[in-house]
């Protein structure tokens, strides 16, 4: 068998007992994630609210920070983006519907667009296989970026519930693989031993 000198993998044995139990946590960590988000989703929706408007703050103390730089060829501008930046930032987190109506828009507004490329891809497709699906996709897209851009803010809350539920889903299904992963390494290492 021949081995590259720069092969950094670690043997089998030694990689995969760790893995299990980071697959666990893992899958805790998202289960507790999916748990919160499910039962607090307003409140889950307005953290994701406040760190978008921090993020906007932030951005605008970067911009109005390089209004000092002499090379800056573009001060007033910059500085004018930053003021700007700071005062939308302080409004998502002061208007937190206000927000969560712009985050909803955004997302209706992409899942439009998405369901438009799709059905036209799926019409423009010819006898392509799977042109059904990109129909079908393009369809339930589109429908469900008008109700998402009709009402924002309530089908967020419903959008945070469902995503919520998936969390759920997919943290046992990790905690699952993980004591799986447990299981057939304690094999290995009788078969082994």
Do not use: C, K, Y
């Amino acid at each position: 068998m021949v081995t590259d000198e720069f092969d950094t993998q670690a043997p089998p044995s030694l990689a995969m007992p760790a893995s299990w139990q980071a697959t666990v946590l893992l899958g805790a960590l998202t289960l507790v994630l999916g748990l919160v988000v499910t039962f607090h989703p307003t409140s889950s929706l307005n953290v994701v609210a406040i760190l978008l408007g921090i993020l906007m703050i932030f951005s605008g103390i970067f911009h109005l920070l390089r209004v000092f730089d002499v090379n800056e060829v573009h001060r007033v501008w910059v500085g004018i983006v930053g003021l700007l930046f700071v005062v939308i930032g302080v409004l998502l987190i002061r208007h937190l519907n206000l927000t969560l109506a712009i985050i909803g828009v955004f997302i209706g507004i992409t899942w439009i667009v998405q369901g438009l490329v799709s059905l036209i891809a799926g019409f423009s497709g010819g006898t392509r296989e799977g042109r059904i699906w990109w129909i079908a996709f393009g369809a339930i897209s589109l429908i469900a970026g008008v109700v998402v851009a009709v009402a924002p803010v309530t089908s967020l809350n419903t959008l945070a519930v469902l995503l919520g539920m998936w969390f759920v889903i997919m943290g046992i299904f990790e905690i699952v693989a993980g004591f799986m992963l447990r299981q057939a390494l304690s094999r290995t290492d009788t078969v082994q031993g």
